[in-house]
């Protein structure tokens, strides 16, 4: 498969559906494997390069039909590939589609109250009774479980094994009648965030991914895939937080040349994450991997987070004043959430967030240190100790 012939199909494509609407074009676009070119035929790819993805991408661009990752970010940034990559035939048959087209949406059930940094010290835990399990336990900080019909679920099959090799992945029904969502309403107003409680939900066993207790591995791969959808978005030169900071500079009765350094520095820092970024793509489609999600994430979660502050801060008293109505009562869907995020306030109390999900900045660093740099772990619990026999509060 070539350029060309991709290029070919994207033309078919788009003359075939020109008149379609949003969903019904995705439908087309998946069918005629221009999903993910890298993804198996008859699953929305053409078993190609992955390089190709870009063909497809910047000729839809073009004609305005952009993905629409807003819609559905959990399912395509991370629930979506962990299918492709370690679902069963009937699994990607039965979920890729839908989680293109936004369809069915879907939420990542990891966080819980006493595991969020050491999700594999998690206690949900799933018995097998059958060709079914039974699921009891409470997530927590889960976005878009109100919207989701899916979850990819975390839980504990064996807790008399070590932590990392007790877990199981599952893909859960969030409309079933044992799974209670509760809104959580954060310092930004809306809630696009959740409590999920769990309490004898029932998973067939055809919906678990991956082998009983090889938990663990899979959802590395899901959060690798979560690092490098936050930190890997790349825009042209200036766009992104940066653009709103130049934008307040431009406005700013603070002009002094503390606030030009300060602007300048940030200009600098967010170039370096864009064109990281830009290697980082490029390296990935060549198929070499490389520890740049949990750089680019660490970084982007700064740069977004000074950018935000400093925006603020250039617009003076103006600046700590909402443009509309503090939001009440908000069940954010993803797109809504971006649209809310246009005011600098709202912004500004939002930014910790992306220092926190995905892994908090002090963890990308640990595996930086630790897998990276090769530098001693950090103390901690004996890895073989069997999970029931760790202390917890
Ligand atoms: C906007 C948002 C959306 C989210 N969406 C989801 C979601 O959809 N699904 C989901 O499962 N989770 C989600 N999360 C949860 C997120 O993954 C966790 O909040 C995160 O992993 C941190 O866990 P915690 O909140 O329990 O903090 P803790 O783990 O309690 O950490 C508290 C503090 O201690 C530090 N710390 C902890 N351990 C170490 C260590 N070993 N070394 C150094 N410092 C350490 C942390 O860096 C942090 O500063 C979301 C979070 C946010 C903010």
Same mark, same amino acid.
């Given at each position: ?48 390069? =992955? ?30 590939? !962990? ?12 979920? @890729? ?7 069915? @949406? ?7 109250? #006493? ?5 594999? +010290? ?7 009774? +059958? ?10 900080? !889960? ?10 679920? @975390?839980? %504990?099959?064996?807790?008399? &094994? ?11 029904? $969030? ?6 969502? %509760? =809104?959580?309403?954060? $310092? ?10 769990? !309490?004898?939900?029932? *998973?067939?066993?055809? $919906? ?25 978005? *790349?825009?042209? &030169? ?11 500079? &431009? ?34 489609? %060549? +198929? ?8 680019l994430k660490l970084l982007s979660g700064q740069v977004g987070q000074r950018c935000a ?20 009562? *908000? ?26 999900? +995905? ?11 630790? %897998? *990276? @740099? ?5 103390? #901690? ?13």
């Amino acid at each position: 498969m070539t350029a060309d012939d991709v290029e070919q199909l994207v033309r078919r494509l788009l003359a075939e559906h020109v008149d379609d609407g949003e969903t019904e074009f995705l439908g087309a676009q998946f069918d005629a494997g221009l999903a993910r070119v890298d993804y198996p035929l008859d699953h929305g790819g053409l078993d190609a390069d =992955p390089a190709l993805q870009d063909v497809i991408d910047t000729a839809l661009d073009r004609v305005g039909r952009r993905y629409p990752w807003l819609r559905n970010p959990m399912g395509i940034g991370m629930c979506g590939p !962990t299918i492709a990559a370690r679902g069963t035939e009937e699994q990607k048959a039965r979920f @890729l589609r839908p989680i293109f087209t936004a369809e069915e @949406l879907w939420c990542q059930l990891f966080s819980e109250p #006493g595991a969020g940094s050491d999700v594999a +010290g998690l206690g949900t835990g799933a018995v097998r009774h +059958g060709d079914q399990w039974v699921v009891n336990g409470q997530k927590i900080w !889960t976005s878009l479980a109100h919207l989701a019909k899916w979850g990819l679920l @975390l839980a %504990r099959t064996d807790p008399e &094994r070590p932590k990392h090799k007790g877990l199981t992945t599952f893909i859960i029904d $969030m409309r079933q009648s044992g799974v209670e969502v %509760r =809104p959580i309403r954060s $310092m930004a107003g809306a809630s696009g965030f959740n409590e999920v409680f769990l !309490t004898d939900a029932v *998973v067939p066993d055809a $919906m678990r991914v991956g082998e009983v207790g090889e938990g663990w591995r899979v959802a590395n791969a899901t959060l690798m895939n979560e690092r490098v959808s936050i930190g890997s978005e *790349v825009g042209p &030169r200036g766009s992104g937080p940066i653009a709103d900071v130049i934008a307040a500079w &431009r406005v700013s009765a603070e002009q002094c040349p503390v606030r030009r350094d300060e602007v300048t520095r940030l200009w600098i820092d967010a170039e370096l994450l864009r064109l990281g970024s830009l290697r980082a793509q490029a390296k990935r489609e %060549r +198929g070499i991997p490389g520890p740049e999600g949990s750089v680019l994430k660490l970084l982007s979660g700064q740069v977004g987070q000074r950018c935000a502050e400093l925006v603020v801060d250039l617009l003076g008293p103006r600046g700590g004043l909402l443009r509309g109505p503090y939001p009440t009562n *908000v069940r954010d869907d993803g797109q809504a959430e971006a649209e809310r995020l246009q005011d600098p306030v709202l912004v500004f109390i939002g930014s910790p967030g992306t220092t926190i999900a +995905g892994g908090t900045n002090n963890i990308q660093k640990n595996i930086l240190g630790e %897998r *990276v @740099l090769g530098l001693p772990r950090e103390p #901690g619990v004996d890895p073989n100790t069997p999970w029931s026999q760790i202390p917890r509060s």
